[in-house]
């Protein structure tokens, strides 16, 4: 159970920048808004793709999932989040998610190695003969939309041997260990888990009743 219902309604959800963090439109809800919309948000991530998945994509709003968690009071929920926080992040009480340098960040390495997998990904298919030709550059180049598409071919390449890395410190990266993090997420899809979320949501949602029934 999340509380989303009393979220995801008009009165909420009308105002501009709700759902973002650190928005001046989010600051506007009340503290108990704020935290089922986290809360909700933390389901969603570790029911999709699992508690690292909540870190990654949250990673700049970590302490606000902590102090969500926090508010619900559910001793075994609060206890198994921040072992599983300060995993990922290394200190539950100020979380800080570690993740790989940008390659914008090595941006002559980058120039480089972009150009090796443009040219790569432009000679798929053809024969040693072949020439690769601009047009063909161009078409590689029209074919992705972002830069991040970019990045992701080039990371998937470099991992699987297809081309060498161009010594981008993204891939000095050691990602943490997963122990707790994969602990929480066999936890919280049982059905007990669930259960017990009902028990403590409902009463989070008695005390802060006046909070979850207006705006501001």
Not at 70 to 93: V, Y
Not at 180 to 195: P, S, V
Request: net charge negative; hydrophobic share 40%; charged share 25%.
């Amino acid at each position: 159970m999340t509380g989303e219902g009393l979220i995801h309604v008009p009165a909420v959800m009308t105002i501009e920048g709700w759902n973002t963090y650190g928005h001046p439109g989010n600051l506007l809800l009340t503290p108990a808004q704020r935290t089922f919309i986290m809360w909700s948000d933390i389901v969603g991530q570790v029911s999709n793709g699992g508690f690292v998945q909540f870190c990654d994509s949250y990673a700049q709003d970590l302490a606000l999932g902590v102090a969500a968690v926090d508010a619900l009071e559910w001793p075994d929920l609060r206890k198994r989040f921040r072992r599983a926080m300060t995993e990922q992040a290394g200190d539950a009480t100020e979380p800080e998610r570690q993740q790989p340098v940008p390659f914008s960040d090595d941006p002559e390495k980058w120039r480089a190695s972009r150009k090796r997998l443009i040219r790569h990904l432009a000679r798929k298919h053809k024969r040693w003969w072949q020439p690769t030709t601009a047009r063909d550059i161009a078409i590689v180049e029209a074919r992705h939309d972002a830069e991040w598409q970019i990045e992701l071919k080039y990371q998937i390449a470099v991992a699987s041997g297809e081309l060498p890395s161009g010594g981008e410190r993204f891939f000095d990266f050691i990602d943490p260990p997963t122990v707790e993090a994969d602990a929480f997420d066999d936890w919280f899809y049982t059905d007990n888990t669930k259960a017990t979320s009902i028990i403590y949501v409902n009463r989070f949602i008695m005390e802060y009743r006046d909070q979850l029934y207006r705006t501001a």
